[in-house]
């Protein structure tokens, strides 16, 4: 079982489309952070969500915290190429970090 | 500054064999946690390592160790190698590992058992 189930699993849509991408849990985390990794290399950090309610924007991304600290949104306005990745979501519950499932996103010219 | 540096970036081993793995963190970074991503499970945490401590371990077996060396530098050893362990390994290295600043992460270690 997973702590942190993200949707959709899978997502290939075209370029200049919208999307957004979901990370929901039943427990409560002290901070969310988004990263997104490419094939063969590590995830890279993209933001880091502290506070209940709180909306960040990264140029087309907007990353949003759920009131409760229990999920979070991604959502990326006109989607491009260069986006396409695995998105994850991971959060701090206790002394102890967990990965979301992921998002496999694919953006087709 | 350089990044996180994993070595081996690939590597082969025949069930039954032990393998080690080596990150090198973040210059001046103190945490060390490494991660098994597989398709089926995604990330799963290994353990995490601190002033060569060990603070925290995930759910995995004995076979799997750790340790971190006083520059930080970190190896992880995976013993008596099945073929469930094929896998890619991050090592992820931050400040002071509180949680809430995020990870740097390494490009992983590719490791195949045949």
């Known amino acids: 079982t997973q702590l942190l189930e993200q949707s959709p699993q899978f997502l290939s849509i075209q370029e200049g489309e919208n999307l957004t991408v979901y990370c929901n849990s039943s427990?409560?985390?002290?901070?969310l952070q988004w990263y997104r990794q490419e094939p063969g290399e590590g995830p890279v950090l993209l933001v880091t969500?502290?506070?209940?309610?709180e909306v960040k924007k990264l140029k087309r991304l907007t990353f949003q915290f759920g009131d409760a600290r229990k999920d979070s949104s991604l959502h990326i306005t006109a989607a491009q190429p260069g986006d396409t990745g695995l998105y994850l979501c991971?959060?701090?519950?206790?002394?102890?970090?967990?990965f979301g499932t992921g998002t496999s996103l694919t953006v087709i010219p | 500054k350089a990044g996180v540096t994993q070595t081996p970036r690939y590597l082969i081993k025949t069930r039954g064999q032990q393998v080690t793995l080596s990150c090198s963190p973040i210059?001046?970074?103190?945490?060390v946690s490494w991660y098994q991503q597989t398709p089926g499970q995604g990330l799963q945490f290994l353990f995490e390592?601190?002033?060569?401590?060990?603070?925290n371990k995930g759910n995995f077996p004995g076979r799997f160790s750790g340790r971190q060396f006083s520059n930080s530098r970190s190896e992880m050893n995976v013993s008596t190698l099945e073929l469930g362990d094929s896998a890619l390994y991050l090592c992820?290295?931050?400040?002071?590992?509180?949680?809430?600043?995020?990870?740097?992460f390494g490009s992983g270690t590719r490791l195949t058992v045949v």
């Open positions: 992820a290295s931050s400040l002071d590992g509180r949680l809430n600043y995020g990870y740097t």
């Open positions: 427990s409560v985390f002290s901070s």
């Open positions: 969500v502290v506070t209940g309610g």
């Open positions: 991971a959060g701090a519950s206790g002394n102890q970090f967990y």
């Open positions: 210059s001046g970074h103190r945490s």
């Open positions: 390592y601190f002033s060569e401590t060990q603070r």
